[in-house]
């Protein structure tokens, strides 16, 4: 229910990501409701649409189709902001900038980021054009919360336009120390950028700490506990904002109840069955990306078969690898690179009847997902470098009855919360292959410790209230000019 502002709806909550929170729909599809689209599966959509809902709200975000215009719609009660980009906005803007520049700067540079001016342009007029339709949206005095890396020069184009605004920023993926971030050529920029906000959030205390760095090296800002302070061209201060870590969460409520639903309980046996009742099944589900460490959980895993520690028939990895930004040179590497390595692990190791590696390039809708939490022993989350990495998250609250072990690498977000998986670095080969197969003989009271510890923190930190206490602590934020 928005009030008409000559002609566009003005909102008093807006949310923006790259991405709107709907995916196209064939009709008959899964989740298919007549209209075309279907909500996308994940938390953060779970969190905000009861907001939007409730306090006159509207999601702005790319709808996915390149060159595509379509005009604002709602959906599932949420009224959606479409922000079109043309084939080259999505080839320089988010394959470049965002995918191929920021993404493995963020992440320790796993890959070599690249660096080009004209992606830079592009990602400059993009983020103008999502600022821009904010601009044309916002109620007076409106809240906007702008997620993610894509974005990070909204929060100051939104401050130049419309001092009225509320302004927060949530950075979903891991950023950088300064020694890293020293490489971007635009560094100036994009830290300006996300000083336009009141208050910049992080999965992880880390994370907040290397951006307030930054702000003090490539900005001259002063830094007071989690207050950074940005001076005007005669050092007065002209705007304070707070970074701070809220790590995000999943939807408990959604995945409990999946878990004790006893079609997917069926599901899961079925599975086992499938794979031939093997003693142990071990998981690894991730988009297909070389920040998850894939390759090294495939070199422990196969070194294991090959000392004869694991056997064939005893005990069988499912990785589930969804396709992700399939058009990014890395990607497409690093997806032959994982295919090669499968496919001679199973030409080596299979039998007839048993499979050493069952790999999925697919996705799956969220009840295969919990019924695969449902039928492994072993969950491996193995990557290198991850914001948080919800499917830890999500494998632990599907296990009702606290078996199951997780192993956990520490460069994941998540290991600040789940202290009682069995952490991990996975760059240690022979340390991953130790953790492996301490996670497939761990004694059932052992593991049970573990299992309800970690469940009884997830419980009580849902996304619910990730949303809430950051969207507190903006509201909360309060400007002090006690310098
Ligand atoms: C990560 C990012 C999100 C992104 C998602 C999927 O989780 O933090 O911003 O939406 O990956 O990637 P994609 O490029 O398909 O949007």
Redesign the pocket.
Known sequence: AASSHSTAATYDFMVV???LPVDRCAPGESGDDGSGWRRSPGGLVTALAPMMTKTDGAWVGWHGAPDETVEPFSHGGMDLVPVQLSNDDVELYYEGFS?ATLWPLYHDVIAPPEFHRTWWDAYRRVNQRFADAVVRHAGQGATVWV????LQLVPRLLRQARPDLRIGFFN??PFPPPEIFAQLPWRQAIIDGLMGADLVGFQRPSDAGNFMRSARRFLGASVKQQQVHVKGKYGEITHIARAQAFPISIDVAQISELAHNPEIIERARQIRQDLGNPKTILLGVD?LDYTKGIRHRLKAFEELLNEGKLTVGDATLIQVASP??ERVEQYRLLREEIEGTVGHINGTYDTIQNTAVRYLHHSYPVEEMVALYLAADVMLVTALRD?MNLVAKEYVTARKDNDGALVLSEFAGAADQLKQALLMNPHDIDGLKDTIMRAVDLPPKDAARRMRSMRKQILEHDVDHWSADFLAALNEKVVRDDS
């Open positions: 990501s790259n991405r995918n997620q993610d890396y894509q979903h993926i988009r992700s930004r914001g």
